[in-house]
Each structure stands twice: as structure tokens, then as C-alpha cells.
């Protein structure tokens, strides 16, 4: 199986590479489109802010090519923001693959959410095994609020998407690969959909 971590100079690819290993497979990190075209499975991560990390999808003509591509795509924290329609942060249009705006939380919390929260609502093969009110990993400070698309949430003041799925598109708010045996558990239930 050929895994590709798309490589645009904003994720955090080498801890999701490293998650990979641990795992029993090989990830090539790659800003190719013919090498992510021809990928079995694509990860989209993404740290950093949005409207620069745009720039750098356009720059490389990813931005055209990922919403058109038909094997399985995870895009993790700023990698899933980015497949919305739009985030307010750096009033940033995105990919529009998941119908739903990013805003920034306004609710009396702390801002980022940095630490474990409680996962929940689970629809979805990508939660295979994980039990409801697991703890996952984030740091964030804009979320997407519930959705169609939403197959989990977490609550921070108020309760938000923490996982989208549409088609062969899948996006988590949270780090798989800084979330222990239930990110594990989800990077895998990933590479085996």
C-alpha cells in the first residue's frame, strides 16, 4: 500500500510519519501531484495558520488537486479546516470539500484548546474499536461547528466537530498521532478503509 503525507511546509508530518512506523507501514512525504494521484491512501496535515498555509497549496496547485482526488484523504487539524469551505481564520477560503465554515471560539474558553478532550458521537468505520468519551489530543483555536458531515464532537464551551466524512474524504480536528492507543487505533481503521 503506498501511503503519501502530503508535504506542502505546513504539518507535522514527522510525528504522523513516525505513528505510520509504529504501525507496520511506510509513508513518503511528497508535494508531487502524480506521486499523490497515485497514492493508495493521502494524509492532508496541516500546523501552522490558514491563510498562509493556503498560499502554499496554491503556490503548488495542490489546492486544485486534492478536492479531486478519489482514494481515501485524511486531513488532520489545519489540513481538515483547510478542506471547508472557509475559516475565519486569516479570512481564508478553503478547498470546499465539507459544506461548513471554521470560526474562531468566542465562548468564554481559553484559547487554544490545548490538551486531551473527550470524544464522542462516533459514526463512522474510522472509530472502529474506539469506545465513546476516549481522550484525543488537540491544539486549536478555530473549530468547525456541527454538521451533516460531523461522525464526532467534543465539547470546550460548546460542543463542535472533532470529525468529519464525506465520500472518500475524512478529516479529524484532533492529532491521531498525539492521541496514544485511540489515535493509533483511528490512523489504522484509516489505512485499512
Known sequence: MKIVIVNYGAGNIQSIKFAIQRLGYEAVLSDDPEEIKNADKVIFPGV??????????KNSGLDMLIPKLKQPVLGICLG???????TEEGDTKGLGIF???????NHGVKVPQIGWNQIEGLDSPLFEGVTQNEY???VH?????ITKDTIATST???????????????GTQFHPEKSSLTGERILRNFLEI
Not at 99 to 105: A, K, L, T
Open 80 to 86: 481538515m479546516q483547510l478542506m471547508c469551505n472557509y
Open 99 to 105: 459544506d461548513v465554515n471554521v470560526v474562531r471560539f
Open 136 to 138: 484525543i489530543y488537540l
Open 48 to 57: 501552522g495558520e490558514a491563510s498562509s498555509a493556503m498560499k502554499k497549496l
Open 141 to 145: 483555536s478555530f473549530y468547525a461547528p
Open 156 to 170: 470546550y464551551g460548546l460542543q463542535y466537530t472533532t470529525a468529519l466524512h464525506k465520500d472518500n474524504f475524512y
